[in-house]
């Protein structure tokens, strides 16, 4: 199946500091990216979807300022934590989908962000 | 936001027994999903149940979709101290690609 890898898959940081995580999809074309957030035994939120060359559409509550969100290419979509601080520690999950997925559901494996 | 609503919460059963899961939905879907995710690591893709389906099989899982009541259950049978992990249902609204997941059911399996 396909598979979506994501970098890193830990990061510490101070207070202050943006972090950028990257999701790529590894043997197919992600036209669509999906960016969630998961807190401590806490189920998966949608924070935004990104389709490949346009602007990301935000759920509600999710600073768009805060959470950048780029996607230039159909393997390659990046989320940056903007001056990240200890509440924003989580654990961020991305999620691919290609032009012709109907079904299956490509997975990245999860970036954890801790923010000391 | 959150659509479907899964209970129990938290689930403690004997290495052996079987385990059910319970999982509720307030709109239409196109598909109904269950993931598996153990501490700290990413999802794992279990079953996929489309929305003309009543019950599908996969190994030691079974799956039902009852459309009429928006509920779907997930049953592990002759469970393994390897089973122990969070449990997550989530539904497609259309044949596209969002997916939206329920708030997951922490399974423990004691050996």
């Known amino acids: 199946g396909a598979v979506v890898s994501q970098h890193p898959s830990w990061v510490i940081c101070k207070s202050g500091t943006s972090v950028k995580i990257e999701c790529r999809s590894l043997?197919?074309?992600?036209?669509?990216m999906f960016w969630y957030r998961q807190f401590p035994k806490q189920s998966l939120m949608l924070m935004a979807t990104s389709n490949e060359g346009s602007k990301a559409t935000y759920e509600q509550g999710v600073e768009k300022d805060k959470f950048l969100i780029n996607h230039a290419s159909l393997t390659l979509s990046t989320l940056t934590v903007t001056s990240a601080h200890p509440e924003d520690s989580s654990f961020y999950i991305c999620r691919g989908a290609g032009r012709t997925s109907t079904d299956t559901q490509y997975f990245g494996p999860g970036t954890r962000l801790t923010v000391l | 936001s959150q659509q479907g609503e899964e209970d129990p919460q938290a689930l403690s059963i004997q290495e052996g027994e079987n385990a059910t899961m319970n999982c509720s939905y307030k709109?239409?879907?196109?598909?109904l999903q269950w993931y598996r995710q153990n501490s700290g690591r990413g999802l794992v893709h279990l079953i996929l149940i489309r929305s003309n389906e009543r019950e599908k099989h996969s190994g030691r899982l079974r799956v039902t979709l009852d459309t009429s009541k928006k509920s779907s259950s997930l049953l592990i049978t002759a469970s393994r101290a390897a089973d122990t992990a969070s449990y997550f249902c989530a539904t497609a609204s259309n044949a596209g690609n969002m997916l939206t997941f329920g708030g997951g059911t922490r399974l423990m399996v004691k050996p």
């Open positions: 709109t239409s879907i196109n598909n």
């Open positions: 043997d197919f074309q992600a036209t669509t």
